[in-house]
């Protein structure tokens, strides 16, 4: 199977697990329950496509490197929603649905600081290993 496969099929598993985990696990659906579902399935869809466009872009195995930062990021945010789910399966009752809201903006929000970041760096990182390639030839 490609790579794009994997990836594919690990996102998928992480969010069919926490659809599971919050309505087979929660006995009671509350507002919590459907703003986390929405947040999870937003993630699950972004971090799928933005897995599949740069992997799509890489033909080298050297490309590889350049890219694995982002999908690991994206593999931790979806592990993280999980956690979340978790969380609000066990005490969704309790929580308040602000809370709800704010804490997955905050995790939203600091996850896509550091993919954008990483993204960015790309370039850069590819300058600095074709600096280090050449030093090593050179020798």
Not at 4 to 13: D, Q
Not at 15 to 33: A, E, G, K, M, R
Not at 39 to 52: K, P, Q, V
Not at 54 to 79: H, N, Q, R, S, W
Request: aromatic share 14%; with cysteine; glycine share 2%.
């Amino acid at each position: 199977m490609r790579k794009k496969t994997y990836m594919s099929i690990s996102l998928f598993m992480i969010f069919i697990l926490s659809v599971f985990v919050l309505f087979v696990v929660s006995d009671n659906h509350s507002n919590t329950t459907w703003i986390t579902l929405l947040f999870d399935t937003f993630t699950f869809l972004s971090m799928w496509c933005i897995g599949l466009k740069l992997i799509g872009k890489t033909d080298k195995k050297e490309e590889y490197f350049y890219i694995t930062p982002v999908i690991v990021i994206a593999i931790v945010y979806m592990l993280l929603q999980l956690g979340i789910c978790l969380f609000i399966a066990f005490v969704g009752e309790n929580v308040s649905s602000k809370l709800v809201i704010f804490i997955n903006l905050i995790v939203m929000f600091s996850i896509w600081i550091i993919i954008f970041a990483l993204i960015c760096s790309r370039e850069h990182i590819k300058k600095v290993d074709l600096c280090q390639k050449d030093v090593h030839t050179k020798l």
